[in-house]
């Protein structure tokens, strides 16, 4: 956590809006180590809503006096150099107005970091509030353009959200590897775990979840860099939302089961289960929350369509047209004709059930994204419950491309070393080769995802979304559970 906020945010941040000077000036130190880094946007009153930020940046003759508080800044004790923003007048429309601004300040008079905070996990990695007092900024450390702290701040975010996923992936890796290692040594009823059904399914489903995370964070990842090398457009916002929420989710459910398989071992703290699942949380909220991030996902695919409701029918074509399921790695194309199928191509024979599942999904979705916004109109940003389930469907989809994808190329390499009469070791001893091996990955993921992916758009004809948002009414406005005073 520590490495991802340094290089992720401070010195991503830096090398993508940084001018020329601030880059000879701050990199070479950062990169070498000599100083860390830090990124400090949240407040009290502006967590996922970074543009309700209140710090302030009032000008004077030389730059800026910044005044306001940050809090949880990562490597908010021990940072040297923070990336920040704060509210500045600015000229728009002929009147001023607020505008966030980014700016590079280094530690110093007017700059004071508050106590260690006291957290659930992640304790290794500095976690304090940030307090401005009349600090001095010279012009020449704003970070991009006066008035444009907020598309700072949102990219920065979204391209650290790939390497927070990553370190997911990593921990998520070496859950797997214990639980297995424990499995395979501990007895019960006269038998190892590994050989009991249900114990069976827990390693099978981190196995199969662990294969997708890896599958979509390296096809982003892939698809971030051969777009910063064609110098075209690198936004890849939605993909890395994506990532992150597939990847804090994957980790959750991968250190509960660890510990689950563990049993009374994982509940101890000289083992390293209890630990592992208090850390996976914060990954849960940060940077920005799962809930955030799927409505992120949602309304982003759905912004053309809303605001052209007269020519509905016209806009609706390209439904997914923002969720990088478009990317030309995985696939040749996908082609979408309104509400035609769309045409997958390049995967392997062996995964014809999917590929044609994700043709049928993509129509589908387009479908029910037509009939919701028919039905809620510009409403549709307060329908959180719909956008939780669109969110929810173009992720496994994601995934599910991800991993075909990924699968076909080890299975096509697989058979072009067949047709060569070079068949390997493993097959010569009679076991499953890689190839077979990601097969059966991607068919355990795509079974389970398509099963998800049913049953959220049953939900958008038949729930019980009102139902439930009366019940929280009752619970807010009432007292929290009517039946307290019976007990």
């Not at 490495?3 to 993508?16: F, K, N, R, T, Y």
């Not at 173009?394 to 991993?403: F, G, N, P, R, S």
Request: aromatic share 6%.
């Amino acid at each position: 956590v520590t490495v991802a906020a340094h290089i992720g945010l401070c010195v991503g941040a830096i090398l993508q809006y940084g001018t020329p000077e601030q880059k000879r000036r701050y990199l070479p130190r950062l990169c070498r180590g000599e100083a860390l880094g830090a990124f400090a946007l949240t407040e009290a009153t502006a967590g996922s809503d970074a543009v309700a930020c209140r710090s302030r940046a009032d000008a004077e003759a030389e730059g800026f006096v910044l005044s306001g508080t940050k809090l949880w800044v990562l490597n908010g004790g021990r940072a040297e150099l923070f990336v920040t923003f704060a509210q500045t007048q600015v000229l728009r429309e002929g009147s001023q107005a607020d505008r966030l601004t980014g700016f590079l300040i280094e530690r110093g008079p007017g700059l004071t970091s508050g106590a260690e905070e006291s957290k659930l996990g992640v304790r290794g990695a500095s976690t304090t509030a940030l307090y401005l007092h009349d600090l001095k900024v010279p012009r020449s450390q704003i970070l991009g353009a006066l008035g444009n702290g907020q598309k700072v701040a949102m990219e920065t975010l979204s391209r650290g959200r790939l390497l927070f996923g990553a370190a997911c992936l990593g921990s998520a890796r070496e859950l797997l590897r214990l639980s297995v290692q424990h499995a395979t040594s501990r007895r019960q009823f006269g038998r190892l775990l590994s050989t009991l059904g249900m114990i069976k399914d827990k390693i099978a489903r981190q196995a199969v979840d662990l294969y997708a995370l890896e599958s979509a964070l390296y096809l982003t990842s892939g698809l971030l860099d051969a777009r910063w090398h064609r110098g075209g457009e690198t936004d890849c916002s939605l993909e890395a939302a994506i990532c992150k929420v597939m990847a804090s989710e994957t980790l959750d459910r991968a250190a509960r089961t660890a510990l689950q398989i563990a049993a009374g071992c994982g509940f101890r703290t000289d083992y390293p289960y209890e630990r592992m699942l208090r850390d996976s949380h914060a990954h849960l909220l940060f940077p920005g929350t799962n809930e955030v991030l799927r409505c992120y996902i949602a309304l982003t695919g759905m912004h053309g369509p809303s605001e052209q409701l007269d020519k509905l029918a016209d806009a609706i074509k390209y439904p997914l047209r923002g969720y990088g399921v478009v990317v030309e790695s995985l696939f040749e194309k996908v082609r979408h004709a309104t509400y035609g199928r769309a045409q997958i191509l390049h995967h392997h024979p062996r995964l014809k059930k999917e590929a044609v599942f994700i043709e049928d999904t993509v129509e589908q979705l387009a479908r029910e994204v037509d009939r919701v916004l028919r039905r809620h109109g510009r409403v549709i940003s307060e329908m959180q419950y719909v956008q939780r389930r669109v969110a929810d469907v173009v992720i496994d989809l994601y995934a599910m491309c991800a991993t075909v994808s990924r699968a076909s190329a080890a299975l096509t390499a697989r058979d072009a070393r067949y047709a060569r009469g070079a068949i390997g070791m493993p097959e010569a001893v009679g076991q499953l080769d890689d190839g077979e091996r990601e097969l059966r990955l991607c068919m355990g993921f795509c079974s389970k995802a398509a099963a998800r992916i049913r049953e959220a758009l049953a939900r958008f004809a038949a729930n019980d979304d009102e139902l439930m948002k009366a019940i929280a009414d009752d619970c807010s406005l009432g007292r929290p559970y009517p039946l307290d005073a019976v007990l």
